[in-house]
Each structure stands twice: as C-alpha cells, then as structure tokens.
C-alpha cells in the first residue's frame, strides 16, 4: 500500500493556507489525471471523473466513480468518499452544503501546475451550482507556497 504520510502534511498545509487566506474550500475537479495538480494533491490517481475538496474547517471530502473510490478510501486521507451516480449532482451538493463564499479552483495565468482545470469542467462546475453565487480565485494564490513548503 502506498505511503500517504507527504499527501496528509501537503492537505494540512492546504487547508493552514485557506484559513490564512480566507478561501472556504478548494476543489480539484479532474479525469483521467489530467489536471496536474492531483500529482501533489492528494496523490491519488483517477481513471474517471473525481473531486477532492478541502475545507477550511479541515473537512476533506471526495468523489470517485465506482473504478475509482477504492484507491480513495484505502488512503486514508478523506473524512468522506462519495461514490456517485450522478457526478456533476455530487459535487454540487459537496460544496453547496458549506454554503462557500470564496472558492479556489485550479486555473491560473501565471502558473502552469495551478491550471489543470479544463474551461468545460469549469463551465459544467458552474451549471452544477444552478445560480448559486460565489467568488472563484484561483489556487496559485497558495500552491506555490505550498509547494515550497513540502519541497521533497
């Protein structure tokens, strides 16, 4: 089994940084792996589509297809795995139950590894939330910092 103890010290550094910075939650919105960030953060692979969500209350919370939730839950890393039916639903309802005003997400202008968010994942994200309104920063506000943090 693999060794999550560098992905539990970079989570807790994440969620030090949203209190620090005043951001609710940061959300990793992915499939296949192709947002980069999920290399760092949490540092488990996914073949479908999935969610990792931090909050700054220190409640982290996934969602993972059927394929997928296994490895998320083996790491010990989530309060909560949501296997879902209806992912775009799933996430939604993550985040609307902590009724957020500040969300990160992964884009950037400025840094690569901070825009693995895909404009048609943000977009469907958005539809999700049904008019639910909410400021969206990007994560390069933290991940840098970060990332010099837990340099291996």
């Known amino acids: 089994m693999k060794d999550y103890s560098y992905h539990k010290k970079v989570i807790d550094d994440v969620i030090a940084k949203l209190n620090e910075l005043d951001i609710d939650l940061y959300i990793i919105i992915t499939a296949e792996g192709c947002d980069p960030m999920t290399s760092f953060i949490p540092g488990v692979d996914t073949v479908g589509a999935g969610a990792f969500m931090f909050v700054r209350n220190g409640d982290k919370i996934a969602t993972a297809s059927r394929i ?36 990160a997400l992964d884009f950037s202008e400025n840094n690569a590894f901070c825009d693995g968010l895909t404009m048609g994942k943000y ?11 909410v400021e969206m920063v990007s994560a390069d506000l933290f991940i840098p910092a970060v990332q010099e943090m837990n340099k291996r």
């Open 68 to 103: 997928d939730a296994q490895d998320t839950e083996e790491s010990g890393l989530f309060d909560e795995v949501l296997r879902y039916e209806d992912y775009n639903a799933t996430v939604a309802d993550m985040v609307l139950r902590y009724q957020p005003k500040r969300i």
């Open 123 to 133: 977009k469907k994200f958005l539809n999700s939330l049904n008019g639910y309104e």
